[in-house]
């Protein structure tokens, strides 16, 4: 059964966008990181929300743009209440998220389902299912933005680290949920 992942680039602040949505601050530490290179081929679908698939890419208009750098050509599944008017290739949209995560789970068979979308990743770990967080955590502060996990009031979750890997540009964290 595929492994729910919630992998994201974070600043030391703890965003990982800046204000409205922007990526542009990303660009900067786009360099050789093994252990997010080696993610894409482990990843059998993502599972993202409306805002991101819509969102700002530092890459766009490149051969870069999309997810991992353009690096990903799998199933994508998109939570969304208004899918758009005409298809969109090789995506998916769906209305809620237990019909998402069922899809995407299909889909990946024994490999993660990459939640990409801080909101969908809270819904996921709200629901218990959420498996692992992997976070590259890069030198900079935003002081504003997306949140990694936005829950004020929330409860508190524990978690246990798989792995620690430093890269020239980022310090990549890998974490399991504790049930």
């Not at 602040?13 to 993610?39: C, K, Q, R, V």
């Not at 990946?108 to 498996?131: F, M, P, S, T």
């Not at 792995?163 to 949920?177: F, G, I």
Request: with cysteine; aromatic share 6%.
């Amino acid at each position: 059964m595929a492994t729910m992942l919630y992998s994201a680039t974070m600043s030391l602040d703890g965003f990982i966008a800046g204000p409205g949505g922007d990526m542009s601050w990303l660009t900067p530490y786009l360099g050789p990181d093994p252990t997010m290179e080696g993610l894409v081929h482990r990843i059998g679908a993502l599972l993202v929300g409306n805002r991101t698939f819509g969102g700002d890419d530092p890459n766009r208009g490149t051969e870069n743009e999309g997810a991992f750098g353009g690096q990903w050509s799998g199933p994508t599944f998109v939570l969304t209440h208004a899918p758009p008017a005409e298809p969109v290739s090789g995506v998916s949209f769906v209305g809620d998220l237990e019909s998402g995560v069922a899809a995407a789970k299909e889909a990946a068979g024994e490999k993660y389902v990459n939640i990409l979308g801080a909101d969908v990743a809270r819904q996921c770990l709200e629901a218990g299912l959420l498996d692992e967080v992997l976070v590259g955590i890069v030198p900079v502060m935003l002081g504003d933005g997306v949140r990694l996990f936005d829950h004020p009031g929330g409860t508190g979750i524990r978690l246990e680290r798989i792995c620690l890997t430093h890269a020239p540009l980022a310090t990549d964290l890998w974490l399991r949920v504790v049930r």
